[in-house]
């Protein structure tokens, strides 16, 4: 069974603090998502990255594809309180388009 | 173009009892997938359909029976409720190109409850 395991699990934040989310696997993915969900709403793609070692970046959001595929990092510089949420990578593609979901990290910055 | 939608919002069963949660999706996603979110478990794949008439399993599929009739529809059926399936269910939907993780679109979910 695949396994996205996500870290940390929570953090809580100051307006204008960096943070780093990390999402790891023993398992090589042939893609990886970051989705952002909101209280009482649908998760909603951030970013796809297809290959090893890949960075893409989103405003002050950077995601990173670990070389191997097998894990993968968003960084927020500068955070807002509207970047509050919960962050979850996702890692499949392949034939079957299946995805699985990471356990999920729930970030809260404060004013 | 309303995207996914979901029904009901909120549903509260007795357990033994049988439900359908109904999804449906306007963008002619060939793949649909249903999962199921609960308190530090991220998101569980419990079926999914590449195309109308083909669906299998994903990670959780005890006690969920799905069809898919049509395109646009993908229905979920809970056979007997019991108190472990309390949780929000999503449906998702994406274009299926083999080999990419294609964007999933997601509905608002239904948050169910069983005693």
């Known amino acids: 069974t695949q396994l996205l395991e996500q870290s940390p699990q929570f953090l809580s934040i100051q307006e204008g603090e960096n943070l780093t989310v990390y999402c790891n696997s023993s398992s090589v993915f042939s893609s990886l998502q970051w989705y952002r969900q909101e209280p009482g709403e649908g998760p909603v793609l951030l970013v796809t990255v297809v290959t090893g070692g890949e960075v893409k970046k989103l405003k002050r959001l950077t995601f990173q594809f670990g070389d191997a595929r097998k894990d993968s990092s968003l960084h927020i510089t500068a955070a807002q309180p509207g970047d509050t949420g919960l962050y979850l990578c996702a890692g499949g593609g392949g034939a079957t388009n299946k995805l699985i979901f990471g356990t999920g990290t729930l970030l809260a910055v404060q004013p | 173009n309303a995207g996914v939608t979901q029904t009901p919002k909120f549903q509260v069963l007795k357990t033994g009892q049988s439900m359908t949660l109904q999804c449906a999706q306007d963008?002619?996603?060939?793949?649909m997938s249903w999962y199921r979110q609960d308190p530090g478990m991220g998101l569980r794949l419990i079926h999914y359909s590449v195309g109308a008439g083909i669906t299998d399993q994903g990670e959780v599929p005890n006690g969920y029976n799905v069809s898919r009739s049509t395109t646009e529809d993908f229905p979920l059926r809970l056979l007997s409720a019991a108190p472990s399936q309390t949780s929000v269910y999503f449906c998702?939907?994406?274009?299926?190109?083999?080999?990419?993780?294609?964007?999933?679109?997601f509905g608002p979910g239904t948050r169910l409850t069983v005693l």
């Open positions: 998702a939907s994406s274009y299926f190109i083999g080999g990419v993780g294609n964007e999933q679109f």
């Open positions: 963008m002619n996603h060939e793949y």
